[in-house]
């Protein structure tokens, strides 16, 4: 192995390769704030850049730097404008935002890049231990398991919803799948629930709901209500932007912790960066204690760790299946995939074999690339975030504005900014009611997966055997069952408690 | 009837209109060969439809009980009771504003119909200094369209549909 490092320290570390992978996170991180263009379209774009580069190794680095650039630049509108723009920093903006909102976007954006730093870089060291090896694990999930594995991730939710939330939050779950089935599917050329509407054929696209949750709701609640645009923000200083020391050493265990499981759910093909900052942020949620658990959604350090590591710790492991196996695990690696073909390099078992400097480049650039991120956008953090103490006058607009931009950039088409507009007034009669709306995303995206895979199994097993057949996936189906339960038994216990103890008085 | 319990009700609608498209309509379209398949199209769907009327059922009736939790209403909470201090119309004209750019995005051009767009925004918000608002908006503008366009390559007709392009 430590033949294989020299290998690729000495591809990566040339003059060229160094203002590659520094142009690359600028590129990265300044398209990715734009709502709408996540580092998928942004490595698609960036491709042809790279292809007439010609040497594999500059390419690749490049493109890491474009990768880990763009994912920070999401986070940004996350924590800034709640605008997530990417599904995988979603649960960012649980408790980025709202620390954003209490004057404290800097330490929200510092927090953030040494999460996405530390998750990157425990991943990188891992899929350079792991990778040989976890490939033939990847390979023993099917889709019986992944349907179940999904359905553990939806149920997941309720963890999000708070004490007797849980049926609402399971309500807008449900909500999502349903939206999510609109459209032609995968696996069957029909088109369903389109009403005849041609623009209905490819679906809804997912950032075109993602602005309808997160973004068009909390716009509309600062036009409504002004005070609440005007509260906290300490009149646009960025007074702190380092985080205590107290809140450091909180963070340390949740990024060694996700790092790992976001490194280990991202090594699955087709989970991916969603499913693992979701689940990262339940699992933290859960085992915080007391007052910690109930800082979580209000902007706490933890919640804003556990999914930034998990995401980016679950990028780097989407690596090993490319590499290894030559199979993308998500739509990102699968543009990856495509640049390297076209490069000339055939990513699969052999390529450790035939191509080491190659296998090794890649590795050692998402070192550089972390690094110079955390590097670059440190200094930049102040300036970022005084997009917030902009005049309210101006700044909503704007936001609206890169709203429409955002969902119209994807789909080149007018019909789905009123599809956004009547979804975002429909969030925020949600939002008014107190029903949670991070599930119904969650459920949309999840949705297609989920389908695809049940359909895929069940005509594997020609029915709902596969379910009895495959342990694996009898043990996912009966912790997704505790997990729904769970919460409203732990409740009800709690209240018979209390009313014993009153009886008792 | 509290707001969230309305909604259940307008769900569990919903979920009906849903279940009954899947449940009766979906499968006449169906090609006899699929129909060997042990999945529909509407296999899902159904599912679906009938896992949302009983948890929209749950929600409706209050089964699941809250924690009663009697905080104090916060001023920047948002509080659908009241509705009557906020500024509904200023958030009415500007959806009505998006619904209008929307429309008028692929006819006007995108560089006209976004400056208007901005202007009007902040101008609906209570902005009187145009002095400041209408060059922002232009210079912000052109700099979308410049970006979106010329560097990353996405087309967005920038004039009017008169002018040929």
């Keep these: 192995m430590l033949e294989g490092i020299f290998i690729g320290l000495e591809a990566a570390f040339s003059v060229q390769n160094i203002l590659m992978v520094v142009a690359g996170c600028l590129i990265g991180t300044f398209i990715g704030m734009l709502p709408g263009l996540g580092p998928m379209s942004i490595i698609a774009i960036m491709i ?34 709640n605008a997530p723009g990417v599904a995988g920093t979603v649960a960012t903006s649980f408790d980025g935002y709202p620390m954003a909102r209490k004057g404290q976007a800097g330490k929200a954006l510092t927090i953030a890049a040494v999460a996405s730093f530390a998750g990157g870089t425990i991943g990188a060291i891992l899929l350079m231990i792991f990778a040989p090896a976890l490939s033939s694990v990847a390979l023993l999930f099917h889709s019986a398991e992944y349907f179940a594995l999904m359905v553990v991730g939806l149920s997941a939710i ?41 623009d209905l054929q490819s679906g809804i696209s997912f ?5 309808a949750m997160f973004a068009l709701p909390e716009a509309m609640f600062l036009v409504l209500n002004p005070a609440r645009g005007a509260s906290g923000e300490g009149s646009g200083k960025i007074t702190n932007l380092r985080f205590s020391r107290a809140e450091g050493k909180a963070m340390l265990p949740v990024i060694g912790r996700q790092s790992i499981q976001g490194f280990f759910i991202g090594v699955l093909p087709g989970a991916g960066a969603t499913i693992a900052s979701f689940l990262g942020y339940a699992v933290e949620r859960n085992i915080a204690k007391g007052d910690e658990q109930a800082e979580f959604g209000k902007g706490s350090v933890k919640g804003l760790a556990a999914p930034e590591t998990a995401n980016n710790a679950a990028c780097t492991g989407s690596f090993v299946p490319l590499l290894t196996l030559g199979i993308p695990g998500s739509g990102t690696t699968a543009i990856l995939l495509g640049a390297l073909i076209a490069l000339n390099v055939t990513p699969g078992p052999r390529l450790m074999i035939d ?27 102040p300036y970022i975030a005084k997009i917030l103490s902009i005049p309210r006058n101006y700044l909503i607009p704007f936001i609206l504005f890169f709203t429409l931009m955002g969902a119209y950039i994807g789909q080149n088409n007018a019909t789905e900014l009123l599809l956004l507009v009547g979804l975002g007034v429909m969030a925020t009669i949600f939002r008014f009611a107190d029903y949670p ?35 694996m996936t009898l043990g996912l189906l009966v912790l997704a069952g505790l997990l729904v339960l ?12 209390a009313e014993g103890v009153a009886d008792g008085d | 009837m509290a707001l969230d319990r309305w909604i259940a009700l307008i769900f569990v609608t919903f979920c009906c209109i849903y279940g009954y498209a899947a449940f009766f309509t979906m499968d006449q379209l169906l090609p006899p060969f699929m129909q060997r398949n042990p999945v529909w199209p509407s296999t899902f769907p159904k599912v679906l439809a009938v896992l949302g009327i009983i948890v929209g059922m749950i929600v409706l009736l209050g089964i699941e009980k809250a924690d009663e939790e009697d905080d104090e209403p916060n001023a920047t909470e948002i509080n659908y009771r009241r509705l009557g201090d906020y500024k509904i119309g200023q958030a009415l004209m500007l959806l009505g504003l998006m619904v209008l750019y929307a429309l008028m995005l692929r006819p006007a051009g995108f560089l006209i119909s976004t400056s208007t ?20 908006a232009a210079i912000a503008t052109g700099f979308v369209w410049y970006l979106v366009q010329e560097v990353l390559g996405i087309f967005l007709r920038p004039f009017p549909f008169f002018m040929g392009m």
């Design chain 1, 48 to 81: 042809p850049v790279a292809i007439t580069l010609g040497d594999p190794a500059a390419a690749l680095i490049l493109l890491a730097g474009v990768y880990y650039g763009a994912i920070f630049g999401g986070s940004t509108s996350s924590i800034l404008l």
């Design chain 1, 158 to 198: 309720a963890a999000f919803a708070g004490t007797g939330q849980v049926a609402k939050a399971l309500m807008m779950t449900i909500l999502g799948l349903i939206l999510a089935t609109v459209g032609e599917g995968a696996l069957f050329n029909m088109p369903r629930f389109t009403m005849g509407m041609m």
């Design chain 1, 207 to 211: 950032i075109t709901l993602a602005m």
């Design chain 1, 355 to 381: 191509t080491p400097e190659i296998f090794w480049a890649v590795i050692i650039s998402m070192f550089i690339g972390n690094l110079v991120l955390l590097i670059l956008n440190l200094p930049l953090i």
């Design chain 1, 437 to 471: 709306l991070a599930p119904l995303l969650i459920g949309f995206i999840l949705g297609t997966m989920l389908e695809d895979n049940f359909a895929r199994s069940m005509q594997l097993y020609r029915g709902l055997d596969f379910i009895i057949a495959r342990p």
């Design chain 1, 486 to 497: 769970l919460p409203s038994y732990r409740s009800r216990r709690a209240r018979k408690r």
């Design chain 2, 117 to 136: 767009f901005l202007v009007a925004g902040s101008a609906i918000l209570g902005e009187r200094k145009f002095h400041i608002m209408i060059p922002v």
